[in-house]
């Protein structure tokens, strides 16, 4: 049974820096690509970034590209997302996401990250 | 970027009867040289992550019901449902991997 597990700070302040995890197991983890994504409180889903399964490319989407960095450790089957200069508009539950080609087939069940004072 | 656009916003059908979503693409997903439609369907259900029903436009994914059916080519695509049952009260999204990846807006279907 596969299972993505996300973890990671509840409350920050704006402008600080936080690291989300996500920690995988059941599946091939090195043959998977992983990505994270946001949903925002009673809105949509939100594509943040990807790294593939090889970690030589990652791609972010422009909301946040210079502010997040997407990285793993095949050794821990965990990806993470590093998220600098917060801001309060960065409140939202955050996903990890695996993907074996380009769809994403297993979720995990979110973290929520709240950017408030 | 690709915006993709659901219809309609929300949607309420009686048990039993068909449901129908819309998802529209500002520029073809359709891949010439393996003429696979990037476009994947996802059912999110109150206070849960969201859930891979359909991908290549049309593929449900295993152990999805075949009351689930995707179609269409290009720029317009459909999610349908053949007989409605309760516990498929949820919000559907659209999502395109053709360039990056960008989701549609969401579409809340309830039960009439």
């Known amino acids: 049974q596969v299972q993505l597990v996300e973890s990671g700070r509840g409350v920050v302040q704006p402008g600080r820096s936080l690291r989300l995890s996500c920690a995988a197991s059941?599946?091939?983890?090195?043959?998977?690509?992983m990505h994270w994504v946001r949903q925002a409180p009673g809105k949509g889903l939100e594509w943040l970034a990807v790294?593939?399964?090889?970690?030589?490319?990652?791609s972010y989407a422009d909301s946040v590209k210079g502010r997040f960095s997407i990285s793993r450790d095949d050794s821990k089957n965990t990806v993470f997302l590093q998220m600098n200069s917060v801001r309060p508009e960065d409140t939202a539950v955050y996903y990890c996401?695996?993907?074996?080609?380009?769809?994403?087939?297993?979720w995990g069940r979110g973290t929520l990250v709240t950017v408030s004072s | 970027d690709i915006v993709m656009t659901q219809s309609p916003d929300s949607l309420a059908v009686s048990l039993g009867e068909r449901a129908t979503i819309n998802c529209k693409s500002s520029?073809?997903?359709?891949?010439?040289?393996?003429?696979?439609?990037?476009l994947a369907w996802y059912q999110q259900k109150p206070g849960q992550p969201p859930k891979l029903l359909i991908y290549?436009?049309?593929t449900r994914q295993s152990g999805v019901p075949d009351r689930f059916s995707g179609s269409g080519s290009g720029t317009d695509f459909t999610l349908s449902i053949s007989s409605l049952q309760a516990e498929d009260v949820a919000v559907y999204y659209c999502?395109?991997?053709?360039?990056?990846?960008?989701f549609g807006q969401g579409t809340k279907l309830e039960i009439k």
């Open positions: 059941g599946l091939n983890f090195k043959n998977y690509g």
């Open positions: 520029q073809s997903l359709l891949y010439t040289s393996n003429n696979k439609n990037y």
């Open positions: 790294i593939t399964y090889d970690a030589i490319n990652t």
């Open positions: 290549w436009a049309s």
């Open positions: 999502q395109q991997y053709y360039t990056s990846y960008t």
């Open positions: 996401a695996a993907a074996a080609l380009y769809y994403f087939d297993y």
